[in-house]
């Protein structure tokens, strides 16, 4: 099992910046860097999606909306994912959950964290 917890979030004005972080954490034989890890959101009526992937190699990938203006990045040293988000936009307002995922012999394997509220005033 892993466990994931996000913090970070808050309300913010347009224009303005926050970073999330997510502490990854699970059983004596975690290995956070065998994991990919990504940032999804989730905003009132409307379905998760993705915010920004990174793999356990360290390619990262992100939605047109927010490229240019959010960067993910992981520390293997210390179990930890960050989303750095600048140039906020009203329409960023969601709440943020940390994933990570791992295939191991054909079997997928998720985890999800409990999100971080952002909130983004215009």
């Known amino acids: 099992q892993v466990q994931l917890v996000e913090s970070g979030g808050g309300l913010v004005q347009a224009g303005g910046s926050l970073r999330l972080s997510c502490a990854a954490s699970g059983s004596i034989s975690f290995r956070f860097s065998s994991y990919g890890m990504g940032w999804y959101r989730q905003a009132p009526g409307k379905q998760r999606e993705l915010v920004a992937t990174v793999t356990s190699g360290g390619s990262t990938n992100y939605a ?9 990045s992981r520390d293997n040293a210390k179990n930890m994912l960050y989303l750095q988000m600048n140039s906020l936009k009203p329409e960023d307002t969601a709440v943020y959950y940390c994933n990570a995922n791992r295939v191991v012999l054909s079997t997928s394997y998720r985890y999800w964290g409990q999100g971080t509220q952002v909130t983004v005033s215009s």
């Open 64 to 72: 047109d909306s927010v490229k240019g203006r959010f960067a993910i």
